[in-house]
């Protein structure tokens, strides 16, 4: 182990550090003169000649407290399982983290955009990011996006939220929400889409082909040969019972089965709307599973709310179809994802007896309700 902490006039550290064979763990915390007196990223330059690299054997690195804007270059994380870098205002991007970390700190790096890995696979078994109030994409985990800056050919059945961008919406659920302010977000995860509407008094303009006022079944119908089912879109409306509950989880989640082929998704977002008293809230989804939906296929879909907090009022649904043309790139897309953990791709560790439960709630510790599939179920994951 190596300890540099809070070593804030350390400007130098000698290449040679790369031949340390059996350092595991280095802490450059508050290390600012390191960084500063190096034209790094900081300046937009990267330095002709690197300062240091680091061994093979670091496992564990420790880098809060620092003022650069994206990690230099030079420090290979490859092999790093933990990676600290708390209170590092200035971090813009962490792009391209290796697969095989377990350990991920950015708690207040304030200027935090977006952070990517080389895999599409979530690994992460402990991950912080508390007061990243910048934060809209962690790649394999969810991004966020206003509604205001998609295409309506982005947004399909979902075009008349466009009315709406500007819209504010009270987002919880998450870290990433807390001490900000939304207008309407389209929501990305496990390949689902979704948004969540206040305010919303025109309810009409959601057309369905099927609706209920609770959960909703139908069968599949035919379609012509040159078109086949590429999703299905799924609308709830709910409320408030004017109960404020301290309620960790979302109490929102959307079931879909197939029952005739015995496959059933649950799916609870990462984030949600909490409904004001006395008005609607709108939850829109859209589903990429096509591929598994065929003609006679029975269908059901159900939302669970919160029993004694939240209510719901209107279901509805709508399958949707593509060209034989629009099928073949879906379908070159569908291959690109098979390492993704999306609706498609890989789902291998939220797969349960029967079906699906698409939730990182608590970091693949989640309880899954009894409700979906039983008492005793487990991950198999």
């Known amino acids: 182990m190596l300890d540099l902490s809070s070593c804030t006039s350390l400007t130098y550290i000698c290449k040679t550090i790369r031949d340390l064979k059996n350092l595991s763990y280095l802490s450059l915390y508050q290390c600012t003169k390191l960084w500063k007196s190096n034209p790094i990223f900081i300046s937009g330059e990267i330095p002709e000649q690197p300062l240091f690299s680091l061994p093979q054997s670091l496992s564990s690195m420790d880098l809060s ?13 490859k092999m790093l399982t933990s990676l600290s870098l708390l209170d590092c205002p ?14 991920l700190r950015v708690d207040w790096c304030s200027s935090l955009e977006n952070i ?9 078994q402990e991950f912080n990011y508390e007061g990243c109030f ?30 709406y961008q500007d819209h504010k919406v009270d987002l919880v659920g998450d870290d990433i929400i807390k001490g900000r302010t939304f207008n309407t977000q389209m929501l990305y ?14 309810q009409s303009m959601a057309t369905h082909d099927y609706t209920s006022s609770n959960d909703l079944s139908f069968h599949v119908p035919l379609h012509p040969k040159k ?24 109490p929102v989640f959307a079931e879909i089965r197939n029952i005739s082929k015995g496959v059933t998704w649950v ?65 070159e897309k569908s291959e690109m994802m098979k390492s993704e953990e999306v609706i498609g791709g890989d789902l291998s560790l939220f797969q349960v007896e029967g079906g699906f439960y698409l939730c990182r709630r608590d970091h693949y510790r989640s309880m899954i309700p009894a409700c979906f599939f039983g008492d005793n179920i487990e991950i198999k994951g």
């Not at 999703?231 to 109960?243: D, M, Q």
Request: include cysteine; hydrophobic fraction near 35%; charged fraction near 20%.
């Open 65 to 77: 407290g620092n003022s650069f804007e994206m990690l230099p270059s030079y420090i290979d994380l």
């Open 90 to 103: 200035n971090l813009k991007s962490l792009p391209c983290l290796p697969k095989m970390l377990v350990q």
């Open 116 to 124: 990517t890995f080389q895999s599409g696979l979530f690994t992460l």
């Open 134 to 163: 910048k934060l809209c994409e962690i790649q394999g985990l969810f991004k966020l996006v206003p509604i205001a800056k998609l295409d309506e050919a982005d947004l399909g059945h979902m075009q008349w939220t466009k009315a």
């Open 189 to 202: 995860e496990y390949g689902i889409r979704s948004t969540f509407l206040q305010g919303v008094t025109d």
């Open 227 to 250: 078109q086949r089912i590429q999703g299905l879109y799924v609308t709830v409306i709910y409320r408030s019972l004017g109960e404020d509950r301290n309620i960790e989880s979302p």
């Open 267 to 331: 799916y609870n977002p990462v984030v949600y709307c909490k409904p004001r008293v006395d008005e609607d809230a709108i939850w829109l989804s859209y589903w990429p599973i096509g591929d598994t939906l065929d003609a006679g296929d029975e269908v059901h879909v159900d939302i669970l709310v919160h029993e004694g907090t939240i209510s719901t009022s209107g279901y509805g649904a709508s399958l949707v179809y593509m060209d034989a043309g629009e099928a073949e790139k879906e379908k």
